[in-house]
């Protein structure tokens, strides 16, 4: 049928321009607060429950490790928690989890990025806009899944109130991490998310998505998304999605000597890895499932290279790819419809 074949490309594709018009607008008109309400504006008229969590509720929380990261900002933190019940209560439907980074503009904070390039950080939420763009198109495309997406929003910013390297930080999980540079922030949004929607949620298998390293991008360039992956079933799924939307996967190893590398002699957990900047998208992927409970289906996305793309020619704007919707919707159709 070929108005149900175009349906399903209209909606994918209506996922995938939001989130390139997410990561390509101004840092000072998307903030954490600006941000959070035309999410909400945009699903909650496809029928996703959208709940939006400011600094007050977040702190009541207890979600210490993503209100340090915006702390310095006078546009503070939000948490945003969008449902698509596809599925309904159909008996065996698993539920997706979809978790995105959304630093909406990052400084580095008190360990300042050096000045040249950084307007290239208002594209930090590449993640978030891949997570919103693929509950945008599941949604239009009324795919019969029951996905719970959350994402984490922040603006990095250096001030007096800003958190500094030395500090220890109480993530939501209850687990300390000792800060010992500011710019390693996105691990911190994505740890504090992680364990909410684990503890709130329950989901089966969770995949997140970051902008999270340089390191990845010197690995894969702008070619390859670098996906961690704990199921070997899980990436097979992946791969195959991979090679039918064209959006590109490279599985990179997890290991516990990089989980290791990550913890603490004064806290639980570290933001930076003992060893320096050697295997930064491994460590930081190590750093990340110290707040994966055991037994949880799991994939980190890298997207550091792939969320945006320069181009070729002078004239034309560096300018974000919407990575992530194309390969997240088919991989969650074909796989759990």
Not at 114 to 134: F, I, R
Not at 186 to 191: E, F, M, N, P, T
Not at 258 to 287: I, Y
Request: charged share 25%; with cysteine.
């Amino acid at each position: 049928n070929s108005k149900a074949a175009f349906d399903a490309l209209d909606s994918v594709t209506s996922g995938t321009f939001w989130a390139r018009d997410l990561v390509n607008t101004a840092p000072n008109d998307l903030y954490p607060d600006s941000y959070a309400k035309q999410i909400r504006d945009e699903l909650k008229p496809l029928d996703v429950s959208v709940e939006i969590l400011d600094e007050k509720k977040l702190e009541k929380m207890g979600a210490g490790a993503i209100l340090a990261v915006g702390k310095g900002s006078e546009r503070q933190p939000r948490m945003v928690i969008m449902r698509w019940n596809g599925a309904g209560k159909k008996k065996g439907a698993k539920t997706i989890g979809l978790v995105g980074k959304g630093v909406t503009f990052d400084t580095g904070g008190i360990s300042l990025k050096p000045g040249a390039g950084m307007d290239e950080m208002k594209m930090d939420m590449g993640g978030s806009a891949a997570v919103v763009g693929t509950v945008k198109a599941l949604a239009k495309s009324n795919a019969k899944v029951n996905v719970v997406a959350i994402v984490g929003l922040a603006e990095n910013m250096p001030s007096s109130n800003a958190y500094r390297p030395g500090d220890i930080v109480t993530s939501l999980s209850g687990k300390t991490i000792e800060v010992l540079n500011t710019d390693a922030e996105g691990r911190l949004v994505l740890a504090d998310c992680l364990t909410h929607i684990q503890s709130k949620y329950k989901p089966d298998i969770i995949i997140d998505l970051a902008t999270l390293t340089g390191a990845m991008m010197v690995a894969l360039a702008h070619e390859y998304c670098g996906t961690f992956v704990n199921n070997d079933e899980l990436w097979k799924q992946l791969e195959k999605s991979s090679a039918g939307t064209g959006e590109k996967l490279w599985r990179m190893p997890l290991d516990d000597v990089w989980k290791k590398e990550m913890e603490s002699t004064v806290a639980d957990v570290q933001n930076l890895a003992k060893s320096g900047r050697w295997g930064g998208a491994c460590t930081a992927a190590g750093f990340l499932e110290h707040f994966i409970e055991d037994g949880v289906e799991w994939a980190h996305m890298d997207i550091a290279g792939t969320a945006w793309r320069k181009s070729d020619k002078p004239t034309v704007p560096k300018f974000g790819s919407g990575f992530g919707v194309r390969v997240l919707h088919d991989w969650i159709t074909q796989n759990y419809q």
